[in-house]
């Protein structure tokens, strides 16, 4: 594996190839064509791309990349040698472990139970002066100490998480059920509390606005969900920026923070509007999982996907893929599988869908669909694709130039 280079190519007057799919995909089957599958691929113009496109939408403020959205060590460092980028959200105390042998500041997005991840953080002055944990009640400050008391180890780092989610009547709880501070009041108690405890340092604030980041405000096919979640949006934003801001004011009244987290692939424009905000977690935007279609403000290229080999053909009308079930988190829904994207014209069976060793599908184009035929998909989302990969090809100019493993690749699983 050489290193990724993210910087912006010569320019040139062509349009980018997968604004034409007719040209785009097929240029990939020829790439990868001595692979065999599932093929992932990576096309380097694309996520430079996305790279950059998410640095301009971000408008000065600094990312923090999201791992749990890339899943790719290779391509994480690649970014973060790359002005806009800055440190890494992981998702696991474990996956922070492993990445600071390279990765100097990480912040873990979510609380952690990993007493033996505690234990080797607690007792190595370097890890825990560059990794931050993620906390919102004093349970979890009490089972750090269980695990180490104060006087047995090094301060350990912890970031304070706020609930921005959107109370209203009628609606109730618009957004994600994460941290129980949702009043400045409370962070600022929560925040006075830490303060005052022997072993610990507040140095950050998180506050994740999922109702705007996650959520799609342009479905396809889908006006009224949409219409619907632009004005969900347009209230929910305005709320929470007055309400962070105070509680970003409560929180200082008793340290002093090293940085404020928000935002996502889908809200960079408004976090970075929002002056309590010094950095942008996102992470989704970079591969351009077809989740992300859905959004008025940007469009990302399709940096990542996956291709899968036709094995029989059932009937005439129909050709069978081998695997393709590889669905996203979320509710269970159509918009959870993966989407098929060339060739064009084909669709999954109803009462089949996409499954765990076979796909069947239907369509014009199936009938066209021979054993050993490539059927390219994009997954919903981003990181998930990597747990089904060892290895992306990294695609440029017609050609695989490189191979880059993924977590699963290089022996990790951290969830």
């Known amino acids: 594996m050489t290193g990724l280079d993210l910087r912006m190519a010569a320019a040139t007057t062509d349009a980018p190839s997968w604004l034409d799919p007719a040209r785009h995909w097929p240029a990939l089957t020829a790439a990868t064509r001595d692979l065999d599958a599932p093929v992932g691929a990576i096309h380097l113009p694309a996520l430079r791309h996305n790279a950059i496109d998410m640095v301009r939408r971000a408008g000065g403020t600094p990312i923090r990349i999201a791992s749990k959205s890339v899943r790719v060590r290779g391509v994480i460092e690649a970014l973060l040698s790359e002005p806009g980028y800055r440190g890494v ?4 105390l474990a996956e922070a472990l492993w990445l600071a042998d390279t990765v100097d500041d990480l912040v873990v ?11 080797r953080l607690g007792r190595d002055a370097d890890l825990a002066s ?15 100490d269980a695990v180490l ?26 957004g994600v059920r994460r941290s129980p501070v949702h009043e400045p009041a409370e962070a600022g108690a929560l925040a006075a509390y830490i303060a005052g405890r022997r072993g ?4 950050g604030m998180m506050a994740y606005e999922a109702q705007i980041a996650g959520v799609a405000n342009r479905p396809a096919g889908r006006p009224v969900d949409g219409a619907v979640n632009r004005w969900m949006q347009s209230w929910s934003m305005p709320e929470l920026v007055e309400r962070r801001s105070h509680a970003v004011a409560a929180v200082r009244e008793h340290v002093e923070l090293e940085f404020v987290n928000g935002g996502g692939t889908g809200s960079l424009e408004a976090t970075a509007a929002d002056a309590s905000v ?18 008025a403000q940007f469009t990302p290229a399709p940096a990542a996907a996956f291709a899968l080999d036709v094995v029989r053909s059932p009937s005439p009308e129909h050709a069978t893929i ?3 079930g590889w669905i996203a988190s979320g509710p269970p ?13 084909l669709s999954v069976l109803a009462r089949e869908s996409a499954g765990e060793v076979q796909t069947p599908v239907a369509g014009r184009a199936a009938r066209r669909l021979r054993v050993g035929d490539r059927v390219w998909f994009r997954h919903t989302k981003s990181g998930e694709l990597a747990e089904h990969l060892n290895a992306f090809a990294v695609v440029d100019g017609g050609d695989v130039v490189d191979a880059i493993p993924t977590y699963r690749g290089e022996g990790r699983a951290f969830l």
Do not use: K, N
């Open 333 to 345: 829904g159509a918009d959870r599988v993966p989407r098929i994207v060339w060739p064009e014209g």
């Open 200 to 203: 610990f340092r507040l140095v």
């Open 109 to 119: 997005g979510y609380p952690t139970a990993e007493r033996g991840g505690i234990r």
């Open 130 to 144: 560059r990794i931050t944990l993620m906390v919102d009640s004093p349970q979890q400050l009490d089972l750090i």
């Open 89 to 92: 959200l992981a998702y696991t």
């Open 322 to 324: 081998l695997g393709g």
């Open 278 to 295: 010094t950095e942008i977690a996102a992470g989704s935007g970079l591969f351009g999982g077809h989740l992300f279609d859905g959004y």
């Open 149 to 174: 008391p104060p006087g047995e180890r090094e301060t350990i780092r912890v970031c304070l998480e706020l609930d921005v989610s959107w109370q209203v009547p009628v609606l109730g709880h618009v």
